[in-house]
């Protein structure tokens, strides 16, 4: 489902691993990005590019839409 990422919790930001995948999709706070359930967490994909993020870490990633 479309989903519009309104914050990146504070200890989320200090995973730099994650983050730069975060980036590299473009799910940054302000951007409509593309959710759904993977194997192992939640898939978030915008523009052509997809990662998947644990559900420890999509529990700290806030959306809205």
Known sequence: SRRIIRRIA???QKDPQV???LRRVGAMPGND????LGHDGV??????????VDHEAA???????
């Not at 990005?33 to 759904?36: A, Q, R, T």
């Not at 523009?47 to 998947?52: I, L, T, V």
Request: no cysteine; charged share 20%; net charge negative.
């Open 10 to 12: 504070e200890e989320l």
């Open 19 to 21: 983050l730069s995948v």
């Open 33 to 36: 990005v593309l959710v759904s």
């Open 43 to 52: 898939v978030i994909a915008r523009q052509g590019e997809s990662a998947e």
């Open 59 to 65: 529990q700290l990633i806030f959306v809205s839409g």
